[in-house]
């Protein structure tokens, strides 16, 4: 397989970089393969666990902290790796200094004609940008945000197949969900259940979005598990999106404790209908905005979108939304997720879909 | 209560500014109580899901994106909120418009005599670096890390209740662990078995970050739990630490499934006398380091610290370590972790200790 690093000499050529430097988790695994475990927050020991330096002959250096595990694929995808010290306890923890010291001698190793680097915007801390700035007075600084989003828009196979992988986990997670509701138990309890099973399958820690919300708490649609108890005939609302290694799943499911009402039965029924719909015209040049709109025409307007991308993020292009004309391609994977809320419920229904052609 | 923002006039006053910008979770939790949950990862629909903006004369306007939860105290505070859009799906998500243009109006509103901003370098994203360094081409940039840093170092009351709350997490947790442990089940079901505990007792998902590691994997003193499974004599090293709307708990406990061999259980007496010698011996006035050194004298060298500070982040100053001769004061909230790793197993235990003097 070629490295995705490949990928980036058309925006170093569009516009005319001397260097990219990769900041966002998003990329840093796209790119470079390396992911970190992001559930504890913000790390005392480190600024960014790691960034990638990309020179314009595609010269790649993954600067990384040495209490993170390096990517297994690093030999195979032509990638140099530097550590830099972070947890210590012999000395005061001064992460930053030896992290940038080490930034400063890859970028003194590179030779700039014009310090034209490409950056995330929104990713890059004030230490860095104040470093390139001290190193090259006369930097420029042009945001890869766009570039990178767009290169993601369509997954390689390889993609395809860790998002598949998420979303197993969240067929396990549904599967759970229906064998534990009952009568009784919080929603919190309920979910302890479904994510251990989750956690069980992958033998690991796996980083879990969810709504998961009964009785008239789905009527808004989702929210957090809470200590709310679930009674007999409660409709259960589930949206399970998990990352796992750095690709995220997500599905949704609803389901009532006992017997729908027959109200309820004809609302489920819709919503399966719209799902079918989308499902069914989904397909290479179709635009997006128009799997929105025969979705909302057979179910009426729900307040949010019919369904986006999923990849490294859990909600990127293509956004399946009134407004846009994008046309589906190829290798897209995208979420659709129809939905009808009423004043004591509300019934959504997630799949995931792609096409190879 | 007076409003910890405050404690920005010593700062303000001695670097002569005209503004802060806290933009890392810890500071925003600090200063106007936002807190946020974490364990989702980066956000594809803010920035940043709060800056808050101190001029000198301590007007402060917390900026919230709009699918964030404002801090329930901000009236007794007097803290302005404003939000900011951030998930739309009638229009593109372009949420740095609508808050980069809001932050330009709030900075707009204030007289800047010299532009000089206290920032948090580690946190400001180049995003907000560009468009301050765009409305005042002369403004400079003062990191304001070492002196909020400082401020954190010793707790006020109510911090140490919220910590308090937060260790009492870890004893449940703790708990658990002794009474769920047995031959058979992996670690990860034990883990799934004492979160779940945790999270009941508070009615809501608490981030978790655990060493949880059994047998011989203890011997090099943590690790995420994994699918590896526990058997008859196996010791377990469980290091568990929960936040709780923002601040950590802390504590470490080391047990054996079935019985203790002879040997184990004199590592054991001896890592509790020196956790018993490091509680006898902190109390203000004394030296981090002499805390430090009679731990370590009375078991020998281990390869991480005695302990460290615990509050909105796991580890802070005071770190008790052998360089840091930093005399220990009135409501610091120390963890005291000592531990022996043998061969095959090691014992490390943690609690964490504050005084009122």
Redesign the interface.
């Known amino acids: 397989m070629k490295s995705r690093i490949e990928k980036l000499v058309v925006a170093i050529e569009a516009h005319q970089l001397d260097a990219c430097l990769i900041t ?3 990329s840093l695994r796209y790119f470079s393969d390396f992911y970190f ?6 790390s ?2 480190h ?1 960014l666990p790691a960034v990638l330096l990309v020179d314009k002959s595609l010269q790649s250096t993954l600067l990384l902290a040495d209490n993170e595990t390096p990517p297994a694929t690093a030999a195979g995808k032509n990638l140099s790796i530097r550590t830099y010290s972070s947890y210590v ?5 001064d992460f ?1 200094r030896d992290f940038l010291n080490q930034l400063k001698s890859l970028f003194g190793d590179m030779n700039f004609r014009t310090s034209r680097i490409g ?9 860095i ?2 470093l390139l700035i001290y190193l090259h007075p006369s930097i420029e ?1 042009i ?1 890869l945000s766009p570039d990178i989003d767009r290169l993601r828009i369509v997954k390689d196979d390889d993609e395809i197949e860790q998002i598949r992988a998420a979303c197993g986990l969240c067929d396990i997670g549904q599967t759970a969900a229906m064998k534990y509701a009952r009568p009784g138990i ?1 929603e ?2 309920l ?3 479904m ?2 099973e989750m ?2 399958a992958v ?3 796996v ?1 879990l ?1 969810a709504d998961l919300v009964s009785g008239s708490r789905s009527a808004t649609g989702g929210g ?4 709310k108890v679930i009674s007999e005939g409660d409709l259960i609302l589930s949206d399970l999106t998990p ?1 796992l290694n750095g690709y995220w799943g997500d599905s949704c499911n609803s389901f009532v404790v006992g017997e729908m009402s027959k109200k309820q039965s004809r609302t489920f029924a819709l919503v399966l209908e719209a799902l079918d719909i989308g499902i069914g015209a989904i397909r290479p040049g179709v635009k997006a905005s128009t799997i929105d709109e025969m979705m909302r025409k057979h179910i009426g307007n729900y ?3 019919s369904g986006h991308g999923v990849g490294l ?4 292009e293509p ?1 399946i ?4 004309h994008m046309e589906l391609k190829k290798n897209m994977v995208i979420a659709l997720e129809p939905a009808i809320y009423e004043k004591d419920y509300g019934i959504r229904l997630e799949h995931l879909v792609t096409f190879f052609s």
């Open positions: 966002s988790a998003a475990y992001f559930e504890y927050g913000a005392p020991f600024v306890y012999e000395t005061p923890l930053n950056i995330e915007k929104n990713s890059l801390p004030f230490v940008t104040e600084f945001d919080t919190l309890e979910f302890t259940m994510r251990a956690d069980n033998g690991l820690r980083p979005m957090m598990p809470a200590d990352c307040p949010h979108h993020h859990y909600h990127e956004r939304v009134p407004y846009n």
